[in-house]
């Protein structure tokens, strides 16, 4: 294993790699900077994709960023690298989310390295998934993903999923009585195929998925009361697959370390051949937050209510270019 400062093309590559992570409302909230002579990658926040209203905490930016750190280490591991990380290296830039020495003297994690082919094909599917069972040897592989990452994966009984989904909906409620809420999700969302605009980040309206008739699963709408050209209605499956993922504190580390935990268990589920998406609305509200964790549990906060099955793969978002986002020193 090489010890030597990685190259401007391989270190391109291994980004590409990392912002193909979701994002909430697909912000893409990261920036990198190499330090090509000691062979160092910075990740930071980027200040300007922030959702004030949506994620005043920056709980949701942080996870997102996480998620980025993962894909990072996994592109790493399948090159040969064993990438050493510090979190918040220096508390008094609390932009400065995670430094990476690519070049660590240790073997490369296998493990994560199998990992890899999932990354380019793990999206957000907000279609709805066949009343199929996830079996148990499946759900274990997902929850040593998540412990693999120091978080925890739990999957709901019946009362408790029909408690998320009462949570959603309560959740939905607050954001359409909310001008700021309902503002950002317009901001970062488009009514028209991506194809229409060209735009590099935020939700196009072709990965949005059917409206719901019911309300069975925990799929967030994108639309905001909008109409959207050629979007119809379907049935969603009745008994779905939910997971939740949780850290035992919630304070910022604790994010950047969900959102590692969340991509593991996201490319792992990819590997395993299912598809999932994401809804963290109950979790944007601190008055309806508590009520998604599972009382008999000892996850003591949710970071992310995941939906997993087996079903149609959704649509690619957009990316930024990585020129954008990663500068070279």
Not at 36 to 50: I, K, M, N, Q
Not at 132 to 147: G, I
Not at 239 to 248: C, K, S
Not at 277 to 303: C, G, K, N, Y
């Amino acid at each position: 294993m090489t010890t030597e400062p990685l190259d401007v093309n391989t270190v391109t590559a291994l980004v590409t790699d990392a912002t193909a992570a979701p994002s909430l409302h697909n912000a893409q909230p990261w920036a990198f900077r190499y330090l090509r002579d000691t062979g160092v990658l910075r990740l930071y926040a980027d200040p300007e994709r922030t959702l004030p209203r949506t994620d005043p905490e920056n709980r949701g930016l942080r996870i997102g960023c996480g998620a980025a750190l993962l894909n990072l280490r996994v592109a790493a591991a399948a090159a040969g690298l064993a990438p050493v990380v510090r979190l918040m290296p220096d508390p008094a830039l609390a932009e400065f989310l995670a430094e990476v020495h690519l070049c660590g003297t240790g073997p490369p994690d296998d493990a994560l390295a199998r990992l890899a082919p999932s990354i380019q094909l793990r999206h957000s599917s907000r279609l709805p998934f066949r009343d199929k069972e996830v079996p148990a040897a499946t759900k274990e592989r997902l929850a040593e993903a998540a412990r693999a990452e120091g978080a925890q994966l739990r999957f709901p009984d019946t009362w408790h999923v029909q408690s998320i989904l009462a949570s959603v909906r309560d959740a939905e409620d607050r954001e359409a009585l909310e001008p700021g809420v309902r503002e950002e999700t317009v901001r970062w969302t488009r009514t028209e195929p991506s194809t229409a605009d060209g735009a590099a980040d935020g939700i196009p309206a072709e990965a949005f998925g059917p409206r719901q008739r019911g309300a069975s699963a925990p799929v967030r709408d994108f639309a905001v009361g909008r109409p959207v050209p050629g979007r119809g209605w379907a049935r969603f499956e009745q008994n779905p697959n939910i997971a939740l993922l949780g850290t035992a504190r919630d304070e910022p580390v604790d994010w950047l370390c969900a959102g590692q935990a969340l991509e593991r268990v996201l490319l792992q589920a990819t590997t395993d051949g299912l598809v999932a998406s994401l809804t963290s609305q109950p979790l944007e509200w601190s008055e309806i937050r508590w009520a998604v964790r599972d009382p008999f549990s000892a996850m003591a906060h949710v970071q992310m209510v995941i939906r997993l099955g087996y079903g149609p793969e959704g649509p690619a978002s957009p990316r930024r270019p990585v020129a954008d986002l990663l500068d070279v020193r």
